[in-house]
């Protein structure tokens, strides 16, 4: 069984940065991709940036694209989030998600992941 665990939410000014962490545990870790989603209140959850699982390329949604900065650290079954230039419309619940093994790289859609985090609030204000 996998599971996921993020931390490092919190309410922070317009302008700030935070830095999630996910935390996963399983072995299937350090092989699959891994991505991170957001969904705001009365939203769908939307997609933010993905990893391969080699950690040797990223992508981004076109909202947080020089903002954000995904990695990961396959030796601590790690995945980060480094947020930088933090918006209001960047509040929401945070979700870390494991790719579904053997998905082309990269994947924007949640049907894509099968195991996924509790989530961690970001709240940023005005």
């Known amino acids: 069984q996998v599971q996921l665990v993020e931390s490092g939410g919190g309410l922070v000014q317009d302008g700030g940065s935070l830095r999630l962490s996910c935390a996963a545990s399983g072995r299937t870790f350090s092989s699959v991709a891994m991505a991170w989603f957001r969904q705001a209140p009365g939203k769908e959850r939307e997609f933010v940036a993905a990893?391969?699982?080699?950690?040797?390329?990223?992508y981004y949604a076109d909202s947080v694209k020089g903002r954000f900065t995904i990695s990961r650290d396959n030796a601590k079954n790690t995945v980060y989030l480094q947020m930088n230039s933090l918006k209001p419309d960047d509040t929401a619940v945070y979700y870390c998600?494991?790719?579904?093994?053997?998905?082309?790289?990269?994947?924007?859609?949640?049907?894509?992941?099968?195991?996924w985090g509790q989530g961690t609030q970001v709240t940023v204000s005005s």
């Open positions: 998600a494991r790719s579904r093994v053997r998905v082309a790289f990269p994947a924007v859609s949640p049907a894509a992941y099968d195991y």
């Open positions: 990893i391969r699982w080699s950690g040797s390329s990223s």
